[in-house]
T-cell receptor
Framework: RKEVEQDPGPFNVPEGATVAFNCTYS??????FFWYRQDCRKEPKLLMS???SGNEDGRFTAQLNRASQYISLLIRDSKLSDSATYLC???????????FGQGTELSVKP | GAVVSQHPSRVICKSGTSVKIECRSL??????MFWYRQFPKQSLMLMAT?????????EQGVEKDKFLINHASLTLSTLTVTSAHPEDSSFYIC???????????FGPGTRLTVL
């Protein structure tokens, strides 16, 4: 079983749609959780950290359920510029290595 | 945000040659840097953790004699792919850990093509 699992997609949605990505992780000792965004042939960039209380940044909302070892990302009012691969990432301890999911590809169409 | 650079951004080489990739943290000191590899349509896979002044820690399945890592200063780590073969063609990305804000910053990546 992979340490971090995501639905690879692709998700093809129209502009303005709401889209949700799910992720599960296997190591219950994982301490930090993130969503990264990766554009084609570029390095990943941090989108947002994920907390148990849930957090929101504009159109993006992230949730963490430690009991279920489940992480989600919700994108509201999708824009063309949201098209990218979204990576679910977990980290075990401060300074520790990041474990990446395989990524979920999103394509937002006009 | 913090800046991490990689050089070269793209390299094409013949099979059997060695290729060195540099990763630099430009505006902070990084005691720990990480090297990842990403094949097409796949996620980033950690190859090794590079600690300044000590030997790198390699992930299972990564050959330490093939992928030589040197972290000689707090701002520079190098990855040398020795005797490269076509199956080593991939996107190599480094990241540098910034301790004061507990965040990793990624370099722009190096695309290696071995003919």
């Amino acid at each position: 079983r992979k340490e971090v699992e995501q639905d690879p997609g692709p998700f093809n949605v129209p502009e303005g749609a709401t889209v949700a990505f799910n992720c599960t992780y296997s190591n219950s000792a994982s301490q930090s959780f993130f969503w990264y965004r990766q554009d084609c042939r570029k390095e990943p960039k941090l989108l947002m950290s994920v907390y148990s209380s849930g957090n929101e940044d504009g159109r993006f909302t992230a949730q963490l359920n430690r009991a279920s070892q489940y992480i989600s990302l919700l994108i509201r009012d999708s824009k063309l510029s949201d098209s990218a691969t979204y990576l679910c990432v977990v980290k075990g301890y401060q300074g520790g290595k990041l474990i990446f999911g395989q990524g979920t590809e999103l394509s937002v169409k006009p | 945000g913090a800046v991490v650079s990689q050089h070269p951004s793209r390299v094409i080489c013949k099979s059997g040659t060695s290729v060195k990739i540099e990763c630099r943290s430009l505006d902070f000191q990084a005691t720990t840097m990480f090297w990842y590899r990403q094949f097409p349509k796949q996620s980033l896979m950690l190859m090794a953790t590079s600690n300044e002044g000590s030997k790198a820690t390699y992930e299972q399945g990564v050959e330490k004699d093939k992928f030589l890592i040197n972290h000689a200063s707090l701002t520079l780590s190098t990855l040398t792919v020795t005797s490269a073969h076509p199956e080593d063609s991939s996107f190599y990305i480094c990241s540098a850990f910034r301790g004061d804000n507990n965040e990793q910053f990624f370099g722009p990546g190096t695309r290696l093509t071995v003919l």
